[in-house]
Nanobody, 125 residues
Framework: VVQLVESGGGSVQAGGSLRLSCAAS????????MGWFRQAPGKEREGVAV????????YYADSVKGRFTISRDNAKNTVYLQMNSVTLEDASMYYC??????????????????WGQGTQVTVSS
């Protein structure tokens, strides 16, 4: 079992920056990729970014390309999401997730086995 704990959420003004962290613990040997998702009230959970553990491949949702950066610190078993130029549309609950499958669509929630509890990001104008 893998436990994921997010931190770093909070309030930010539009145009500002925030960094989210996701610390993984437990049996992480089989984790192949870790992603960030977000879900706003009344909306479906959507993929934001993913990073593959073995080769470092990274993918982003079009809505955050050029503004968000996902990175990892393998020694700390931690994945980060640096959010820059935040907009009102970025306000959501952000979730960290981990998966162990091969050749899957990274943005589909069904391809992730483990989920964190979420961290709230609030954006003010």
């Amino acid at each position: 079992v893998v436990q994921l704990v997010e931190s770093g959420g909070g309030s930010v003004q539009a145009g500002g920056s925030l960094r989210l962290s996701c610390a993984a613990s437990g049996y992480t040997n089989n984790v192949r990729y870790m992603g960030w998702f977000r879900q706003a009230p009344g909306k479906e959970r959507e993929g934001v970014a993913v990073i593959y553990i073995d080769d470092g491949d990274i993918y982003y949702a079009d809505s955050v390309k050029g503004r968000f950066t996902i990175s990892r610190d393998n020694a700390k078993n931690t994945v980060y999401l640096q959010m820059n130029s935040v907009t009102l549309e970025d306000a959501s609950m952000y979730y960290c997730a981990a998966g162990d499958r091969y050749y899957v669509s990274w943005f589909r929630t069904t391809n992730y086995k483990y989920w964190g509890q979420g961290t709230q990001v609030t954006v003010s104008s």
